[in-house]
């Protein structure tokens, strides 16, 4: 009676089964990690790990009165930053940012009195 296969690592033939699973081993170690869903991180490891976010640095930097007013205007009448402005029109010069970096960071407090 013939071994069973346990999925190609042990089989019949004469090869040496330590030198076929170290073969898989260096397969395996070669294999690019894959992104993994929240659903599928939370159900291996109980939680959902925050994704790596780009570090922030402080610029601060002065410009002129009436143009501090005219940012702070927009930024109230389009429910924005004066942050989300600076990164859109840095982005429209040309510079990289990223579309998460554009995101409103500010807490919701629709509710806080209610």
Known sequence: MAKP??????????????????????????????????????AVTGRIVAPVKAKHRKVTFELPEYLADELAA???????????????????KGFRVDPEDLVDRRRDRTNRWS
């Open 5 to 42: 296969t346990l999925g190609g690592v042990l089989s019949a033939d004469p090869v040496n089964p330590r030198d076929k699973l170290a073969a898989l081993a260096a397969a395996q170690s070669q294999l690019e990690p894959q992104p993994v869903s929240e659903r599928a991180q939370m």
């Open 74 to 92: 927009s930024a109230f009448h389009n429910r924005s930053t004066v942050r989300q402005i600076v990164l859109s029109a840095l982005r429209d």
